[in-house]
């Protein structure tokens, strides 16, 4: 039996996108930004800052685990309602790190935290595809994709000053904040489901899903493996003054933001392969000006963001027409389980290529030549892709 969906008109698709794009802004902000804050964290947990990436880990491999748990159970719930339970709880984890001393303690939350955030995005993305045309999907995942640079733009620099003048307590209250003030933007803006608990269309866990849903993942493993040390490049390698630094990365989150909107625009205008062998020759051109010894570190940082932002919309695009409606939320948590698996091993693999971060001109060409080759199977992957949803299409007209 299909899935009978309601759509609405772009006018309120597009708030309903607003409001997915602000949930994700504080999902992402609670997890990004506890690695630079840790910095402020540590001497109050009586442990070196170096082991932040424990907090990382704690929190990647808890959404790892809740995105592979809800592929299979996910359909059971209300996604409203599930929604507005996750983003209760994260809000609630967030406030408690602020009122514990011991380390293990932490861990333990954010390992929890990660299990909340973990399925909150495939969820959220879920009903917003669901209820919008085919040709608008591509506009509104951007749309909500975008909220990833505006990260960058506002959200960081943000937590950074509170934590500088106010202390690390205040910039978690703001996020916990934000995830209360998502509750009723949840609760008065987004659809209710209309997913009857009778229809059991489960997608198989096999080699196509798969393939589908680490889509995303792969298109953005070759940035991942630079994002670790994007600040001592720009700086050791490329030259770039320290006071400079807070102008570059906000360039680049700008130039992000706008690729993001535009590739969302143009998924409906262009073929989808035009559009990842031009983000993919924009990311290699990017990784070229250091290997060639230019420091212009403006051009590069702005060029690589808005290559890699770009890559993500299309690979999403794509990724998109693989579930039906119905079981595109347990689509979607697998996926992002995956994107949080891959970004993990590309930043281990960003530390063996760069032993002890040693960034000598060999040590730096050979990551950029691993980002690069690994870059340029992205194009190949999407004609894998678009064949395969062809070759369904034509078995199930």
């Known amino acids: ?39 402020f964290m540590a001497d109050g947990f009586s442990v070196p800052v170096s082991f932040s990436g424990y907090v990382s880990g704690m929190y990647t491999l ?17 996604k409203k309602q599930f929604l507005i339970k996750n983003m209760a709880l994260l809000g609630t984890l967030t406030f408690l790190s602020t009122l514990i001393t011991h380390f293990e303690t932490l861990l333990i939350l954010r390992f929890c935290a990660g299990l ?15 209820h919008a045309p085919a040709n608008l999907r591509g506009r509104m995942l951007a749309t909500v994709i975008a909220s990833f640079s505006m990260v960058s ?16 307590h205040a910039a978690m209250w703001l996020i916990s904040s934000l995830c209360l003030v998502s509750l009723p933007m949840i609760i008065f803006t987004l ?38 040390i994007l600040t001592p490049l720009m700086m050791q390698y490329m030259g770039a003054q320290q006071n400079l630094l807070p102008l570059l990365f906000l360039s680049g989150g700008i130039v992000g933001y706008f690729s993001t909107k535009i590739t969302g625009i143009l998924t409906s205008r262009l073929p989808s ?7 993919t020759l924009l990311l290699i051109s990017s ?43 347990s689509f979607s948590s697998l996926q992002t389980a995956i994107m949080y698996l891959i970004t993990t091993l590309a930043f281990f693999l960003s530390s063996l290529l760069l032993p002890d971060m040693g960034l000598t001109t060999q040590n730096i060409n050979r990551l950029l030549v691993v980002s690069a080759l690994t870059a340029a199977g ?20």
């Open 191 to 228: 659809p209710y489901d209309t997913v009857s608990p009778h229809i059991k269309a489960k997608l198989s866990f096999d080699t196509d899903t798969l393939l589908f849903a680490s889509c995303t993942a792969f298109a953005q493993f070759s940035p991942m493996l630079v994002i670790p």
């Open 378 to 397: 992205f194009p190949f992957m999407v004609i894998i892709l678009q064949k395969k949803l062809a070759k369904r299409a034509a078995h199930y007209p």
């Open 273 to 279: 392969l035009t559009l990842a062998i031009f983000s």
């Open 62 to 78: 808890g959404a790892v685990l809740s995105g592979i748990a809800a592929f299979y159970w996910i359909d059971r719930f209300n």
């Open 153 to 168: 733009i506002v959200g960081m620099p943000t937590i950074l000053f509170l934590c500088t003048h106010y202390g690390w």
């Open 116 to 130: 909340v955030g973990g399925t909150t995005m495939g969820v959220g993305i879920s009903i917003l595809i669901n």
């Open 287 to 329: 990784l070229l000006i250091p290997a060639m010894g230019n420091k212009n570190a403006f051009l590069f940082i702005t060029i690589f963001l808005g290559a890699s932002y770009s890559r993500l919309v299309c690979a999403s695009s794509v990724a998109l027409h693989y579930p039906e409606d119905e079981q595109r939320a």
């Open 1 to 39: 039996m299909p899935l009978v969906t309601q759509t609405f008109n772009p006018k309120t698709l597009m708030r309903i996108a607003l409001a997915m794009a602000f949930i994700q802004f504080t999902n992402a902000l609670e997890y990004m930004a506890l690695t630079p804050v840790f910095a």
